[in-house]
């Protein structure tokens, strides 16, 4: 007699992983392809994505009362009183998190018609805490410029992270589910 194969539920749960690694493959080879090969050595994109983080949080510094601007030929740096604060660089205009968050919601299992919205939503959050985290540091420099580094390299990447982490379990937990159904019974 031979075995027959496990009516646990367990091939699903298998198909499930192996579709997670197959998109997630699939992503990573068009962020390789599309970004680390193309789009990164050309420097453009970056270049626009660290102005435009620069802009957004000189905005809010000066929103918040502070004296801030953005360097007059150099449209990365971040003055604060007149005086060099901050220069946003290609690694930490927020690209790659963008594109971990997205590639993650893209590769979980869930409801197609949420992930298009959620996405979108979770870059706008990425975002708005990549600027709040600028305008820190230009604070930080400002006040206290010996704890930068310290800063810059641990405290706010903790943050930045944690937070991705939140999004992800919200996504995994509450929003990759599809709702249930009840139905009446006669």
């Avoid at 970004?35 to 000066?62: E, K, M």
């Avoid at 990365?76 to 590639?103: E, H, T």
């Avoid at 959050?125 to 420099?141: C, D, E, M, S, T």
């Amino acid at each position: 007699m031979t075995p027959s194969a496990p009516t646990t539920g367990a091939l699903p749960d298998n198909r499930l992983l192996f579709r997670f690694l197959l998109v997630a493959v699939a992503l990573y080879l068009a962020w390789f392809f599309g970004y680390q090969q193309w789009l990164g050595p050309d420097g453009r994109l970056d270049a626009v994505l660290c102005a435009q983080i620069t802009r957004a949080s000189v905005g809010l510094l000066q929103a918040l009362g502070f004296d801030a601007a953005v360097g007059p030929t150099y449209d990365q740096l971040v003055l604060m009183n007149g005086q060099p604060s901050v220069i946003v660089y290609p690694p930490c205009n927020g690209l790659v998190l963008y594109a971990l968050f997205a590639g993650f919601v893209l590769a979980f299992p869930g409801p197609w018609r949420r992930k298009a919205w959620f996405v979108p939503v979770g870059v706008a959050v990425i975002w708005g805490l990549n600027v709040l985290r600028v305008a820190a540091l230009a604070l930080n420099h400002h006040y206290s410029h010996q704890t930068v580094e310290f800063n810059h390299h641990y405290t706010f990447n903790f943050v930045v992270y944690g937070c991705i982490f939140g999004l992800w379990m919200l996504w995994a937990r509450r929003l990759a589910v599809a709702p249930s159904t009840s139905r009446a019974r006669a």
